[in-house]
C-alpha cells in the first residue's frame, strides 16, 4: 500500500490515478482543507490532519504501508508572506510529524513534493538541481527547510526520499477524471479560462515591464499528468531499493510569456479573452524555466504533453466541465 498526503488535491489526485494505473494500492489522506472528496480515486480515505500525530500513527497501524508520496501543504505564494506562521506550522510541523510517523513505524520510503520557488530568482536560465537554492518567499523557505530535514533524516536514520520540485504544473488529466478547482484561484491559466467563460470579466497581467521579449513574466508550464507520472517513476526506484536524498527540477525547459498564455487560450477556447494591464505582483521572478535533464537521464522520465496546446486543452475541457 503506498500512503499519499494531500491526495485530494490538484497534483496529488492527478499522481493517485497514475499510481492506480502502475498497478499500486493507494491510501489517500487529506485533510479537505482545500482538496475535494469526489478526487479522492481510492477507495482507502482517511480524512484527518498531519498535526495529529495520533492519527497519522493509526493510518501506519492500519495498512500495510511500504512508501509515501507527500503532497499535503500550503502552497500559494502570497498567502505565505501574510501568514508565515500558519505556513511554517502546516508545511514543516505537518512534514516533522510525518516523518516521526515514518520512522516509528519502519517506513524509510519518501516522495516529497517540492517546488521551482526554491530556486529564488535565478540568474541563470535553464535552472538546474545544483543552483543554489535562495527561496524568496515563505513558502518556498518551508520546502527547503524540508528538503534539507530529507537530508538530515537520510544521514541520520536512513531515509531514502525524492523531491521534485515542480514549475508551473498546468492542464487537467486527458480523460476528464480530474483538473485544478483551487478556493482561492490564483494561477493564470485557469484564471484565464474563467475569463473566457464569463465567471470573471478580464484577467490582469502583473506587468509588462519585465526584461523579456513582451515584458511580460516567462514560465514553464508543466502538463500535471507528467508530473504524476514522474511520481511513480521515482517511486518505483525506491520501492526498487534506490538509496539516498535526491532532488529533480520537473518542467518542460521551454518559456511561455503571460501573452502567449493568453493568445494561445484564445486560440484554444475561441473565445474573447479580455485583458488589462497591472502593477508586477512582488515576488514574481521574470523568468522561470527548469532544465529537467536529470530526470530524464535518471529515472527516464519522458513527457506526454509537452505541448502548450494540449496542456491548455486539457484544462480548459475540465474547466468547461467542472464549472461550465
Ligand atoms: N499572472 C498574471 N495575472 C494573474 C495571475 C498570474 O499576470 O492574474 C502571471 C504571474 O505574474 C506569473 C504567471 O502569470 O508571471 C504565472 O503565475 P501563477 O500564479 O500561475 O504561477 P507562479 O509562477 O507565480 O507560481 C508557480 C506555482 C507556485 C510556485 C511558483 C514558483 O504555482 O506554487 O510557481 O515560483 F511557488
Known sequence: MILVTGGAGYIGSHTVLALREAGHEVVVLDNLS??????????HFEEGDLQNFPFLDSVFTKYSIR????FAASSLVG??????????YNNICGTLNLLRAMRKNRVMRLVFSSTAAVYGEPAVIPI????PLEPTNVYGETKVAIENMLSRYHTAYGLNSISFRYFNAAGADPDGRAGEDHTPETHLIPLVLDVALG???????????????????????IHVSDLARAHVLGLERLLDGMKG????????????SVLDILQRSR?????????????????????????????ESFLGW????????DIIRTAWDWHLHRFG
Open 67 to 70: 512508501a509515501v508520496v507527500h
Open 79 to 88: 498567502e505565505s508572506m501574510k501568514d508565515p506562521e500558519s505556513y511554517y
Open 34 to 43: 482545500r482538496g475535494h472528496r469526489d478526487l479522492v480515486f481510492s477507495d
Open 245 to 256: 536524498k535526491f532532488a529533480f527540477n520537473l518542467g518542460n525547459g521551454r518559456g511561455y
Open 128 to 131: 538546474m538541481e545544483d543552483y
Open 267 to 295: 486560440d484554444v477556447t475561441g473565445r474573447d479573452i479580455p485583458s488589462v494591464m497591472g502593477q508586477r505582483r512582488e515576488g514574481d521572478p521574470p523568468i522561470l524555466v527548469a532544465s529537467s535533464g536529470k530526470a
Open 302 to 309: 519522458r513527457r506526454q504533453y509537452p505541448d502548450i496546446i
Open 199 to 221: 465567471k470573471r470579466k478580464n484577467i490582469t497581467i502583473f506587468g509588462n515591464d519585465y526584461p523579456t521579449e513582451d515584458g511580460t513574466c516567462i514560465r514553464d508550464y
